[in-house]
């Protein structure tokens, strides 16, 4: 690893590994100019980032750093003892939206804050508004809950995001002396434990290579491998909750709370690349891959379990109650975007976008003001509306909330909506990879010298995407191309000469030159899955997805018929409104018992066969009340 | 209502009604001889009971009494805020279990707790090891977790068993200054709220029942009024988890905490009846039979959520982690024996044979030393058998442990396992009722006089129940037995003559003098179930019963293939050692990802078909790990 501080500060991307199949070209290479992603990056930058600041201003979890500095801790602090995070949450969100386009500001309200966060921090580097004062617990004593590390995580996350896109300032400095800080007091002969919740691992590690600092990458090894060796206090939910059951080398499936396991699964593979470490990264792809097989829904979220937040048996999958947290598909998209970057396999990137298109953008509504914490994939009874100005519980699962009392979900959101250009295109020395498709510009470069390609398309909506080289290296361009898992039977189409190209990674078959033409073409007929039958809860059911779009019914609470009345009756039918799925409509006769020889099995279906819209999973509960199903019964 | 203290004390019931269709007889006058229930009342006697006890003072639960009168509180109190509540719950096991029959051990044992517990009491009647020493919260500072009333209720309830058992005790006298401390601190002009765990509600009226007490009552009344109109602060759960979201009066389901849920309900009927409130029972049984039709596992198990261990949306009743607290299977018992004994409706008996078949008998172990919380419904990988000398989280899903942090439910399978004779017969003035099929002798008062009825059988492993009469007063008696819902094609045979007898109450045609010999008998074939559709969890599966015992499927961990790898095959088989299930294997393809057109529709599925045994629900678990399944997929 190189020693010169900021080594690779121009790679503007969350992650950016210092070996593996594949680099990231980052975000500031990629510009995207219209389409679904666009629409969402500019919500978020006219409204989701506010929305997040306002709330935390006004609960007073701003307010925390100004109250620490005034001598008014611990009695008027507010917030959960981990809101430091989603503070640096918004300010990450910042760094990474200032670096998409200048926004002066925006600007001064960013250096605000970290100049308010700045006065916070002790001559020894620690910084958190929870502990250490008069009156509150000492620093570190809660090392289960106290999500001290955690915070750091986040902070150096921002720290990244800052100096990848606008270069040293205050608040990298300030994750600086958290980092020495962590290094000192967790390092050998220090304190020899973990956080509750892994997050400091992969953001030491990623602070480290910006920064050069290879005892970052020592102290994030450090805590990798004391998890799992029972370190942490016993709790309730059991120690797998946080991952302290079984060392991540030895560990054979994602477990306990969802984000905990994925943040970890991203630090463990960091972890890996930088150690040269093969046995690791074997080990997180092992339980990457069973997870996806036999713990994750099919939009890409993760967590079944409202208790503890966390991870399931295999195949227990049921749709009702689906946890799902927004931040565990986040998460999700982390760890797999790692592994993407580290083994080169397309179905690394085939995850993280449907976790992009069925839980990221799932969570906040149309106007930005609202978000899902959970993401449940069937609805039976109408939600109740979130009243705008109060603060909701984290798992009411119900409608999108304005925020929650446990707020890490909309911060998350907007870190990584700000971040999107990042997950778009990479490049092994020879070729550039388009690993999700955007219409608007990537650069990358490769060993022949810089190529720049135009893209054209309005995917998801449609299956048709263009790229056109605007500029290449004297020896022509290579050029690689994501065919969806879900994609059998697209094409390729070389200035006007189609092919087939099977899902999995497409190599353009010849070198490219300014003015050359590429067009993929994905099939986008609804397609009706099926899931694995030892999944209970989808017994006898079918799924829609469009493309990368998980879709469901939603029946409005004024609508006939709720969801849980309607029977598949047929094949969906693509319209120029969007698919249709033909259904029979079924009255149940309640018994006084619901079970017995004669109960149930048969309730009556109606003979009249009609038609109901199926729409993107991430656009329901934008309407009102209602009920909502992912997967439909059939007959 | 009489005014002389122990109006009621001759019938040695939990709960006796001052109106209603069916009085209770008492367990006093129930001998149960032999058979299923003896064995458990025996393994309670000489295990349950003693295993309780030895937990509690092990872990210092009985201790913290001693420690309060030696001032080592709080720094030496042990165990969670409502540990009294357990003590109590083991002296009602054992005020039941020495009116069941003398035991000078068990008496002394009883009186010596007693004692302990009684220096405690303050002279204004307050009476818990928690709050209100220096150095602990005040009183009642926590009405919503605090667990305070709860812990009288619990007091109050054993008094109540050890009164109409025994006669009055100190243990009466404690209990009475705690009821008469309850009316003073939160009667009117007092605290206007309620306990965030109702329970104190049931135990008041009962406890005034006994006692003559009106204002015991009219307390209880304020509790159940104020719940609802949200007295309590809002917590993470919602209000709906202590019930405090909508009156009992004017709720149409159960909903929240299912145990909580239960035990209010049980008061709410106990006060309609005390207030001849015909409204508030209407709203009662309202509740209960929506309870049973929508929220209720086949196994008479209420609650499916692990988080904050409460009943789901109507139809959500997924098998996998069924929370099904044992608990909240007692609660449904207490509330359904009311509704019983308030209307005459036999379906409400059926609802207490479930429960007891399949929820209380299903917790012990067959040695008595191990018990569930909760009672999954499937168990797909094999559980961890608890560390014998181990405390154990509550809800680990896996396999019986001997004691749990939370430990409610071993104590409340023990006294409820003591005083089981009190649900087996009534009497409606005229005629004798018999709920619940025992081998042994039930007498009853009538009108006319004594009945005694000498009642031989093996039920539920068969289905013949003989009645002898052995005494009658003058006129004869009438004899009405309980025909289950479930048991279509029941006959009645009167000395050598049959008829068919419908489900419901079979009411004898004529009146029986001594020597007269009543057969019933029930269908015992194994019989399939399904499930209403509207329940995801269930699609495409059924489930087999036997009598009132519900089946399943255990496979141990040595056996080849796991539950999920079996179909049915056919339809079960009746032999001399139990049912049997023709089956077949499966073996499931795993795919990289388990969503698609193609994917786990059909896993390959053997041609050769095999038996398997269908065993008690209640037994699964005794053997070791192993997978468990009630519900098996068809085809």
């Known amino acids: 690893m190189s020693t010169s501080a900021f080594a690779r500060t121009t790679i503007a991307s969350p992650v950016s590994p210092s070996r593996g199949v594949l680099s990231p070209v980052g975000s500031d290479a990629v510009r995207i100019s219209g389409g679904f992603w666009a629409d969402l990056q500019s ?67 960013y250096s605000a804050i970290v100049a308010r966060i700045a006065r916070v921090q002790e001559a020894d580097g620690y910084l958190n508004t929870m502990f250490g004062r008069p009156g509150q617990a000492p620093r570190y004593s809660d090392l289960e809950w106290g999500h001290e590390l955690y915070c750091y995580g986040h902070l150096m996350q921002a720290a990244v995001a800052r100096a990848r896109t606008a270069g040293e300032d205050e608040l990298v400095r300030i994750a600086r002396r958290a980092a020495d800080h962590v290094c000192e007091v967790f390092g050998e002969g220090g304190i020899e434990s973990v956080c509750g919740h892994a997050e400091i691992e992969p953001a030491l590690i990623e602070f480290g290579r910006l920064l050069g600092e290879q005892r970052y990458v020592d102290q994030a090894r450090l805590f990798l491998e004391r998890r799992g060796t029972q370190v942490l206090e016993d709790i309730e939910f059991g120690r797998q909750y946080f991952q302290d059951d079984v060392t991540v080398r030895d560990a054979e499936v994602l477990r306990g709370h969802a984000v905990r396991a994925t943040y970890l699964l991203a630090g463990a593979i960091d972890l890996a690349i930088e150690d040269d470490d093969d046995e690791l990264l074997s080990a997180a792809e092992r339980q990457m891959r069973r997870t996806l097989a036999r713990r994750t829904y099919i939009t890409g979220g993760m967590g079944s379990h409202h208790e503890g937040e966390s991870f399931g048996a295999d195949f227990e999958l049921p749709s009702e109650r689906a946890y799902s947290e927004t931040c565990a598909g986040i998460g999700s998209i982390m760890a797999n975007h790692r592994l ?166 497409a190599r353009i078959a010849r070198r490219l030159t300014v003015g050359d033409r590429v067009v993929l073409t994905l099939p986008m007929a609804t397609r009706v899955s099926r899931a694995d039958q030892r999944i209970d809860g989808l017994r006898n059911q079918v799924a829609f997805e469009r493309g990368p779009v998980v879709l469901c019914v939603e029946r409005l609470a004024s609508e006939e018929f709720a969801v849980d009345d309607l029977r598949v009756a047929g094949e969906p039918r693509d319209t120029v409104d969007g698919p249709v799925l033909p259904v029979r409509a079924v009255t149940h006769h309640d018994a006084e018992w619901p079970f017995g020889a004669a109960v149930g099995a048969s309730p009556s279906v109606e003979a009249s066969v009609f038609e109901v819209p199926l729409i993107p999973y991430h656009r329901w509960g934008n309407r009102g009340p209602s009920t909502m199903r992912v997967w439909m019964p059939v007959g």
Not at 58 to 63: A, C, D, K, N, P
């Open 340 to 505: 993407l970057l580290a083994t080169g396999d397309s179905f690394f990137a085939d995850q993280v976008e449907r976790a992009l298109f069925n839980v990221v953008a799932t969570s906040p509504s149309e106007d930005g003001r609202s978000f899902f914490y959970t993401n449940t994939l069937h609805r039976s009874a109408p939600g109740v509306v979130a009243a705008a100005d109060e603060v909701s519980p984290r798992a009411a699962a119900s409608l999108r909330a304005p925020w929650f009392a446990v707020s890490c979900c909309p911060t998350n959101v907007a870190r990584t909506v700000a971040s999107l250009g990042a997950y778009v295109a990479m490049s092994d020395g020879q070729a550039v990879y388009l690993a999700q498709y955007v219409a608007g510009e990537v650069s990358a470069e490769t060993e022949g010298g810089e190529v720049i390609l135009d893209v054209d398309t309005s995917y998801p909506s449609e299956g048709v995407i263009s790229f056109t080289v605007t500029s290449a290296p004297s020896g022509g361009a290579e050029l690689v191309l994501r065919v969806p898992g879900w994609a059998g039977g697209a094409t390729v189409q070389v200035d006007g000469e189609a092919s087939s190209a099977d899902p999995g990674w």
């Open 43 to 109: 919500l978020n930058a006219s409204t989701m980032i506010a929305h997040c600041d306002y709330w935390m201003e006004r609960l007073g979890w701003i307010g925390n750093f100004d109250a620490a500095v005034e001598g008014r801790l611990p009695d008027d602090r507010r917030g959960r003892e981990f809101s430091d995070s989603d503070v640096y949450k918004l300010l990450e969100a910042m760094a990474w939206e200032l670096g998409r386009q200048a926004n002066s500001d925006l600007e001064q309200r």
